[in-house]
């Protein structure tokens, strides 16, 4: 069971997830601490969650639109969130997919703060409610990706057999 | 069958025929444009190649353009060890497009890369910045991805599980009123489909307006396509395109000059008419926020900017220059001014511009993003407002939470930097 710790509206750009003047900050280890930053309340909430916690972030249309910035992503992932959202921009979506944070898109989600959620594949059962609202498959083109443990163990998969076949052509 | 021209040029890319939207292909790269967060792609790529036998080596160097523009000369002791450690990496793997803190070649890497030639029509481009759908203006498909991604081209040349986008083709027609130009086009078009109308799709743009356009009014419309969600907005290339890439870029090749096929498919056509569009103000906090200047003239402002890779070309200082030439801005207001490179500062100095930005009373500061996403100069105090020429309105864009951001053309800018406030250009100025 997984609960909501804050929800947010339409339109949330990766300025509002993860504000621009912490930019210079890059590597993922490090970014989770300015989640949020603008929003000491929203921050701080992800910054108390204990380990092995199930929290959910709720999320309008269009979440994580604007700039490409990968930190909006790993500074979510830090903190082990999922992310059930209406729709998510495109950047956001493959930033997410690649780092491996855990993406739920639900076009139908009704859920409030402190909501209790029960997330299948195919649809997010919210148990407070009772209501139950259809989970839409990610792009067909996103799930070999997730499935390998994210886009940098795929992407070394793929280098080797690229470079074992090129030997192989050689020899 | 037709194709759009995306699909096309996605269709040479992969070597697939008849491609269709949602097809899943491997486009090789032409060109792959990183800035500051360089340094987090480098991260990632070493990360790809921990653990295995092979060198960690960059599939192409010559293929790989670095320009640093976010936060130029370095703010924080932070960016400066990033910028030192990508410099350290450019001349390990020897990376020729690389464009450093410089008065000659440096600016902002979206103007950097047209003005360099690096862009030629049928390419496919991609860069770790959202606003790379710029260079469809050139008639390439140029699509911002994220740092890991990039790790992943830099490794093995070609962008995986890219889904061919479905297109809209956008059909603009009729010349533009004095004063209203490609920025109020696009902030309309942006506010008619909303933040995500084009989301996951690319728009294609047509029509006479489009045809009599330059070169630099195509990339405002391209740049701010993603505004509209949009995995790229393209131009297809023209007689101006081959106009500017021989006379402005200096591109001698032959060029291929891929275009989309008649009776291509597309997912929505939108017309729109621009004869009697007035200047065009996207209002706090989103980009789709748009109203006419009417709404809106007479809001106080603190600050005026003019700039960035959207609107910090050389028309569009000269636009902004003529409206303030011999004028003062008003008491109380800062203005700022970034060219968007070396050499459009350079133009502009010849052409006598940065002397009326700075008899007003503007500071003309040197190339870059500057103000644009708040990490550099030009921050906000709390409750200030500020008119600016660049992409984003978002809360908090300009260093602030607290502050408001109103985005418009370069001439409105100027206008209302004279007045104080929001003020409609084709009232004059006093």
């Known amino acids: 069971m997984a609960k909501v710790i804050f929800t947010v509206g339409d339109d949330i750009s990766t300025d509002i997830i993860y504000p621009g003047r912490y930019m210079a900050t890059v590597l993922p280890e490090e970014t989770p601490q300015f989640a949020f930053a603008d929003n000491p309340d929203f921050n701080a909430r992800l910054l108390s969650l204990k380990k092995n916690h199930q929290s959910v972030i709720v999320a309008g249309e269009n979440f994580g639109c604007g700039s490409s910035r990968e930190q909006a992503v790993s500074t979510l992932k830090g903190h082990e969130v999922i992310i059930v959202a209406k729709s998510i921009a495109r950047i956001f979506l493959q930033n997410s997919v690649n780092l491996g944070l855990k993406i739920i898109l639900a076009p139908d989600n009704e859920a409030s703060e402190d909501d209790e959620l029960e997330i299948s594949q195919d649809r997010v059962l919210n148990t407070t409610t009772g209501k139950s609202f259809q989970v839409e498959p990610l792009p067909k083109s996103r799930r070999e990706i997730i499935e390998a443990g994210g886009l940098i163990s795929y992407t070394r998969a793929r280098l080797l057999k690229d470079r074992s076949l090129q030997l192989s052509e050689i020899e | ?430």
């Open chain 2, 1 to 430: 069958m037709n194709m759009t021209i995306v699909e096309k040029i996605l269709s040479r890319a992969s070597g697939r025929s008849n491609l269709k939207p949602g097809d899943v292909v491997e486009p090789a790269i032409d060109l792959a444009m990183s800035h500051e967060n360089g340094a987090l792609v480098i991260n990632q790529f070493l990360q790809i190649f921990e653990g295995t036998p092979l060198d960690p080596k960059v599939w192409d160097a010559s293929k790989i353009a670095i320009i640093f523009d976010h936060r130029v000369p370095a703010e924080s002791s932070k960016t400066a060890s990033n910028q030192k450690k990508i410099r350290e990496f450019v001349n390990r793997q020897f990376i020729d497009k690389f464009h450093d803190i410089r008065g000659d070649v440096g600016g902002i890497c979206h103007q950097i890369l047209p003005e360099s030639g690096y862009v030629r029509p049928g390419c496919v481009v991609v860069g770790t910045d959202s606003h790379t759908t710029s260079h469809g203006a050139l008639g390439a498909f140029s699509f911002g991805i994220g740092a890991t991604e990039m790790a992943s081209v830099w490794a093995l040349g070609k962008a995986l599980n890219v889904e061919v986008p479905p297109t809209i083709k956008v059909n603009v027609t009729g010349a533009f009123p004095t004063f209203v130009g490609p920025k109020d086009f696009i902030l309309h078009l942006i506010g008619k489909i909303s933040a995500q109308g084009a989301n996951f799709r690319v728009i294609e743009y047509h029509g006479e307006t489009i045809r009599d356009m330059t070169t630099s009014g195509r990339l405002v419309i391209c740049n701010m396509s993603v505004e509209a969600g949009a995995t790229s907005g393209i131009v297809p290339p023209d007689e101006e395109t081959i106009r500017y890439l021989r006379e402005e870029a200096g591109v001698q090749d032959s060029l291929d000059m891929v275009v989309p096929d008649a009776g291509a498919n597309y997912d929505e056509v939108i017309n729109i008419d621009v004869s009697k569009l007035e200047p065009q103000i996207a209002c706090p906090h989103t980009v789709d926020n748009i109203k006419g200047i009417k709404d809106v003239s007479g809001t106080k402002i603190d600050q005026v900017v003019i700039g960035s890779c959207t609107n910090g070309r050389l028309d569009d200082l000269e636009m902004a220059a003529r409206v303030i030439r011999g004028k003062k801005i008003a008491r109380n207001i800062r203005m700022l001014v970034f060219p968007a490179s070396g050499r459009i500062y350079s133009q502009a100095l010849g052409k006598g511009l940065i002397g009326d930005f700075m008899t007003a009373g503007a500071v003309v500061m040197n190339p870059g993003c500057g103000p644009c996403l708040g990490i550099h100069e030009g921050a906000l105090g709390d409750g200030e407002v500020a008119l600016s020429t660049t992409n984003r309105n978002f809360k908090g864009r300009m260093g602030n939470p607290t502050a408001e951001v109103y985005l418009c053309s370069p001439v409105v800018a100027a206008a209302s930097a004279v007045a104080g406030v929001i003020t409609d250009p084709r009232k004059g100025v006093n």
